[in-house]
């Protein structure tokens, strides 16, 4: 009996449970040992042979996009893929440029739509690289792929299971029923791409020549998910966040040729569809900055945790001890600005600069309220400025104090959303001050602008006799000593005045001898700005440095130099802000080139002088020569350039560049806006500010004193 007690004791449950953990410490301390764990990571290395790359992407394309999307993409988002891109074309493409990789599909076209080709490639990809990837994109030539913010997407996502994502479409309601799908069946658009897992691949790509033969539509997309719903048993998921994913603008090719800083660009994965090689590097330069934004604040915030800086910022300075020290915010009601001091104040339209600032500070504020909206089960979504203080510290940056409306938007339990107000106080800082070495930079300075530039002047001539003397006059003084190039257009409209006119000629005549000058008369029509300007233009070859102007115009010598320093052929359009003088110039004996305030105003809002190449006037399309009389026509033009994805438009004041006073009169049988423009701009060289003050207080006053007598 003892002894059977003695070996229950010792093999019993308590000693049982201590052998087992002195066998797992002894296993755990061998384990540990270097030599095992070099050996664990040699067995490791040798199962599983090389890792699969996350992706791998085929963009399917044509032989004349080759040497232009396909290009700009390997230039633009592919370089920074951790994976693979691949272009997928037809077979009978002939020769194909060396640094791309393109396959060539046997038995395969380019002809639209593109059915054979994208389930061709399908097969492809799982042959060749089924094994080497976790995901696949079908992707077109016009599609932006932010890379990064793919990756970030992907690797949440497990390729083992069978998935399909995308935009989900349902087919325009006329083909409702017609496009092969069962009820309430989606597909996943193609334009802005289609991801599939490595296993709906696997499952798909087998069967490929069973889905040829039986298209049931002309949709290449449809057909696509059509394939995969049959043989994967998978559908595009209805996830509304997917719409914003794979982001497909519907203003087809004028996508992306507008504001960029948007939220439906900053919080899309992929945008389609960017057909234009030029919108594609936009699009890339637009998320490089964004990016780089993204990195700067991470550096201030980095900064601020350093010491003493990691103080969060105030907008509140320290303690000013001059007048001249206080700063003077601005008041924002927008669309509006009220401010003090400027020209343009005490209200004006809120400019475009200051309009994308604001914009872009709430974007990012936005998103950085909502980066973790998923845990917190919420959204806030914004919806307009209601009023707001701004202020520019040329030290500091732009500080603003806007009053939000939001929405606030439970995303758990009750989904509510309701209306709140916030105040944001916010700071855009500049960045540091960055110093460039000039000898790097392309334009070196053999390439600035000099006299050896003929600049052709171009204007459009009808009446104003005394106007068109003193122009010529200017003309044959600045080009007296041979220095300066310059060639006078004139398009030469009659008059009613036949002596006037033939003093003209006559003036031409003359000046012809000193200065290049070529005149063309415009008979036997109605007065045409747009006309004459053209008429001359034409005179022109396509590389001529054009300045449109007017004849009462004046300009000196550095004026021409300047019009030749911000001219550039296929950059950069330079339309010149003038000083315009007041009514009050004109009974002023005085130098026209002084810019007192009462003699004049720079007119900011007027376009009618421009500097420009010819062959950019011709690729913007020229003037609208259905405008007749004056005005409107160069307002059509500005916007012509303005809509130019090449051109940048370059605005600034011209101090040596004067519209000189003369009386005008507005047509009544001018077109509405004509009429309107006219009047307005007759109202505007009237008097200055002050001038205008003077003379109105006193009536004020007197009407005042009669109305409490």
């Not at 009023?387 to 509510?416: A, C, F, N, S």
Request: proline share 5%; net charge positive; aromatic share 10%.
């Amino acid at each position: 009996m003892p002894t059977k007690r003695i070996c229950l004791t010792i093999f019993g449950r308590p000693v049982r449970r201590w052998l087992l953990f002195l066998i797992g410490l002894v296993l755990g301390i061998l384990l540990m040992r270097p030599s095992a764990v070099q050996r664990g990571k040699t067995c490791t290395s040798t199962v599983l042979g090389k890792r699969r790359q996350l992706l791998f992407v085929g963009v399917m394309t044509a032989e004349k996009y080759l040497n232009t999307r396909a290009i700009t993409i390997m230039q633009t988002w592919a370089k920074h893929l951790r994976g693979q891109v691949h272009f997928f074309v037809g077979d009978g493409v002939g020769r194909l440029p060396s640094d791309l990789p393109i396959v060539r599909l046997p038995g395969v076209d380019d002809t639209y739509p593109p059915q054979k080709k994208s389930l061709a490639m399908l097969h492809y990809m799982h042959t060749k690289y089924g094994d080497h990837f976790d995901w696949f994109l079908r992707a077109d030539d016009d599609l932006y792929v932010k890379v990064e913010k793919l990756e970030a997407f992907l690797v949440q996502l497990n390729s083992s299971q069978p998935m399909i994502i995308g935009q989900t479409g349902f087919g325009k309601p006329f083909e409702q029923g017609k496009l092969g799908l069962d009820t309430n069946q989606p597909y996943c658009m193609g334009g802005p791409g289609v991801l599939l897992s490595r296993e709906a691949l696997r499952r798909t790509a087998p069967h490929v020549h069973l889905c040829l033969a039986d298209f049931r539509s002309t949709h290449e997309d449809v057909e696509l998910s059509r394939c995969v719903a049959r043989f994967a048993g998978i559908t595009c998921p209805l996830a509304y966040e997917l719409q914003s994913l794979f982001y497909n603008n519907y203003d087809g090719s004028f996508a992306a040729s507008g504001d960029l800083n948007v939220p439906q660009v900053h919080q899309a994965i992929s945008l389609h569809p960017l057909k234009q090689a030029n919108m594609m590097l936009r699009m890339h330069r637009f998320v490089l900055n964004e990016q780089l934004a993204e990195l700067y604040g991470k550096l201030v915030r980095l900064q601020r945790e350093e010491g003493s800086s990691s103080k969060s910022p105030s907008l509140h300075q320290v303690k000013c001890t001059s007048v001249e020290e206080v700063d003077v915010w601005q008041y924002i009601s927008p669309p509006y600005m009220y401010c003090a001091g400027n020209a343009d104040c005490p209200r004006k339209r809120i400019e475009s600069p200051m309009q994308y600032c604001i914009r872009n500070a709430i974007q990012q504020l936005m998103r950085q309220m909502n980066s973790h909206s998923r845990e917190l089960g919420r959204e806030i979504l914004f919806r307009s400025v209601l009023y707001g203080y701004e202020r520019i510290r040329p030290p500091v940056g732009v500080d603003l104090m806007l009053d939000l409306l939001l929405i606030h938007k439970r995303l758990k339990g009750k989904k509510t959303s309701i209306m709140v107000r916030r105040h944001a106080y916010l700071r855009r800082p500049f960045l540091q001050l960055q110093i460039s070495d000039q000898s790097s930079n392309s334009e070196s300075a053999a390439s600035l602008p000099s006299s050896e530039i003929t600049v052709h002047i171009v204007v459009a001539v009808h009446g104003r006799l005394n106007s068109f003397l003193r122009f010529a006059d200017q003309i044959e003084q600045i080009s007296a000593n041979g220095v300066e190039r310059v060639r006078l257009i004139v398009a030469f409209f009659p008059s009613t005045i036949a002596d006037d006119d033939r003093k003209a000629l006559e003036r031409v005549q003359t000046l012809s001898t000193s200065v290049e000058v070529d005149l063309t008369l415009v008979e036997k029509r109605q007065f045409s700005r747009a006309v004459g300007l053209q008429v001359g233009i034409e005179k022109c070859p396509p590389d001529a440095l054009l300045f449109l102007t007017d004849v009462d115009m004046l300009f000196t010598k550095e004026a021409l130099y300047r019009l030749r320093a911000n001219t550039k052929l296929g950059r950069q359009v330079f339309f010149p802000i003038v000083f315009s003088e007041f009514q009050t110039s004109a009974a002023k004996d005085g130098d026209h080139f002084d810019h007192s305030t009462n003699r004049g105003h720079f007119r900011h809002f007027g376009y009618g002088s421009v500097a420009l190449y010819k062959s950019d006037f011709d690729a913007a399309g020229g003037l609208d020569l259905s405008i007749d009389g004056w005005g409107l026509e160069d307002v059509d033009l500005f916007q012509k350039l303005l809509n130019s994805t090449q051109l940048n438009l370059f605005r600034a004041p011209e101090p040596d560049l004067i519209h000189v006073y003369h009386p005008m009169v507005c047509d009544p049988s001018l077109a509405p806006l004509q009429y309107k423009m006219c009047k307005g701009s007759k109202a505007d060289g009237y008097l200055s500010a002050a001038d205008l003050t003077d003379l109105v207080y006193p009536l004020l006053e007197n009407i005042t004193t009669r109305q409490f007598a």
